[in-house]
């Protein structure tokens, strides 16, 4: 019960740092130093409690999710309804949405603190500042969205050859943004569900990684909530980051595996995103904003990834199968996280 309550209580309060995603943004970080062991994360006593307490929880939501869904309960029908409405406006408001990322990252270039695609990004070439103004006055236009979408690509790719792939995995949302929008130029309506599952998976992807980061690399974030010792709200560090790590692992993965259940993390994750601009300000409204309209959309759109995704007949068969995806998933995304670092920065003999 303890759990549990501890568990509330960092969802309802502790929002605004769990959030953010990207402690990297805010103190200065040593990738050289490796982080905490696979097994000592996995075998820590609040990583095996919660996932104690997930278990059922897990279970229940997709229970829950594939009931109402079935039943065509009114919640499920006024959720259709809205997205029946707002899906046309879709390209629209994304790429609106790139555009003005796009036109605040060049003047916060052209104020001095030039960056390639996130705050930690440096960068000292002066074109990457008008390649991003070109990409957004080129978003906005119909016939030339396809070229902005190949000028994302490449900022993320000129980002792996200046910082590494593993530091770039950090982002694969902007390659989703920038295939959506592909996608969109080249096909218009007769490929929205593939152009809708590129952008949901690739959020999904970003926060399902972002979270394992709390978990490896928690003492990045101890200096951030020694900066900030009220937003701990008084809970041990070490638990508030386990809690933070998982909140986000389960909204993430609800965003890809969920029904209304996705609606609903996608609100969650749209709620703690902009509550984190009042206290971290300028950079993480900058840094965030293509994500925030990215799970605006998710919020109000169907996800059709997860409608494929459970048994044909039985639901408390899918909730099983879902249950046990959400683990496996989690020990994937560990392996994954991990063997990426240690392919990146080998240890050093001796």
Not at 9 to 26: E, I, S
Not at 134 to 155: H, K
Not at 245 to 250: R, V
Request: proline share 5%; with cysteine; hydrophobic share 55%.
């Amino acid at each position: 019960m303890a759990l549990l309550r501890g568990g509330g209580w960092v969802v309802l309060g502790l929002t605004p740092a769990v959030a953010d995603a990207h402690v990297k943004w805010f103190v200065d970080y040593n990738l050289l130093a490796p982080p905490r062991p696979a097994l000592a994360v996995v075998s820590s006593y609040y990583f095996v409690r919660f996932c104690l307490f997930l278990g059922p929880m897990i279970f229940a939501v997709a229970l829950a999710d594939r009931y109402l869904t079935r039943s065509e309960c009114l919640l499920h029908r006024g959720a259709n309804r809205i997205t029946q409405r707002a899906a046309p406006y879709f390209p629209l408001t994304l790429r609106v949405g790139v555009s003005a990322f796009f036109s605040a990252v060049f003047v916060f270039g052209c104020l001095g603190d030039s960056m390639i695609l996130t705050p930690e990004l440096h960068t000292h070439r002066a074109w990457i500042c008008w390649l991003q103004l070109a990409i957004a006055v080129a978003v906005l236009v119909p016939r030339t969205v396809v070229l902005a979408a190949a000028g994302i690509v490449f900022l993320y790719a000129y980002g792996v050859a200046e910082y590494g792939l593993y530091h770039m995995l950090d982002y694969p949302i902007f390659v989703g943004v920038a295939a959506y929008l592909a996608v969109w130029s080249v096909y218009g309506e007769r490929k929205r569900e593939l152009a809708d599952n590129i952008l949901r998976i690739g959020a999904g992807v970003t926060l399902l990684w972002a979270s394992i980061e709390k978990f490896a690399f928690p003492e990045w974030s101890f200096v951030l909530l020694a900066q900030r010792p009220g937003m701990t709200l008084g809970f041990n560090p070490e638990f508030y980051m386990v809690a933070a790590g998982f909140i986000e692992f389960c909204a993430a993965y609800l965003l890809i595996t969920g029904l209304l259940s996705a609606r609903f993390a996608a609100i969650l994750l749209l709620g703690m995103f902009v509550s984190a601009i009042v206290p971290f300000g300028r950079i993480d409204a900058i840094g965030h904003s293509v994500i925030i309209v990215v799970l605006l959309l998710l919020a109000l759109g169907n996800n059709v990834v997860g409608m494929r995704l459970g048994a044909p007949k039985s639901i408390a068969a899918t909730a099983t199968l879902h249950t046990s995806a959400f683990f496996a998933t989690l020990l994937l995304f560990v392996g994954l996280y991990y063997a990426g670092y240690y392919a990146s920065f080998p240890p050093t003999p001796g």
